[in-house]
């Protein structure tokens, strides 16, 4: 019996389950305010992309190439971008106090990160970022899950087997 390969849609689906578990755990576990924990969803997408990726070329038997191996994790992350960007403005329109906690969180790192010669300045930025929070909140996550898309899908494909038959890989018969 042949594997079937997992599409992006389901590998998108698995990825998002593990973040959403991840994001409810921190928030309702008051965790908001340690940024090492942060970390810790960086690597679940780029291990989580790239065993997804080395899943899809196992399934492929191999029959793949480097940028098959890429584009099928980027296409992943692209899925999985939409449905944590709609989570997320779902989960604190639902819990607005989350909200807050972010937005007080994010002002006391910044002013503990600033002199006094620039904390009025500081100040107005935090102000920006809280007129601006939807937008800045998805553009966030954008660009953030799409770098560490990109690296997780470059890792996979690097560390998959690759053989495509139908193109021929022995140099020798060149001559």
């Known amino acids: 019996?042949?594997?079937?390969?997992l599409s992006n849609l389901n590998a998108a689906l698995i990825l998002f389950l593990l973040m959403v578990v991840y994001t409810l755990i921190i928030n309702f576990g008051g965790l908001q305010a340690n940024m090492q924990m942060s970390w810790i969803s960086y690597i679940i997408i780029v291990v989580g992309i790239m065993v997804l990726v080395i899943k899809y070329s196992k399934d492929m038997q191999g029959n793949v190439t480097f940028g098959n191996l890429f584009a099928y994790g980027f296409k992943t992350i692209a899925i999985l971008i939409i449905f944590f960007i709609a989570f997320t403005i779902l989960f604190y329109v639902i819990f607005p106090?989350?909200?807050l906690r972010f937005l007080e969180i994010m002002k006391e790192n910044?002013?503990?990160?600033?002199?006094?010669e620039n904390r009025d300045q500081a100040l107005k930025g935090v102000e920006m970022m809280q007129k601006f929070f939807w937008v800045s909140m998805m553009a966030g996550i954008l660009i953030s899950f799409a770098i560490l898309g990109v690296v997780g899908s470059l890792l996979g494909a690097a560390f998959s087997k690759r053989n495509p038959r139908g193109i021929n890989n022995d140099f020798n018969q060149l001559s």
């Not at 019996?1 to 390969?5: L, R």
């Open 1 to 5: 019996m042949e594997n079937k390969a």
């Open 97 to 99: 106090e989350y909200k």
């Open 110 to 116: 910044t002013l503990k990160h600033t002199t006094p």
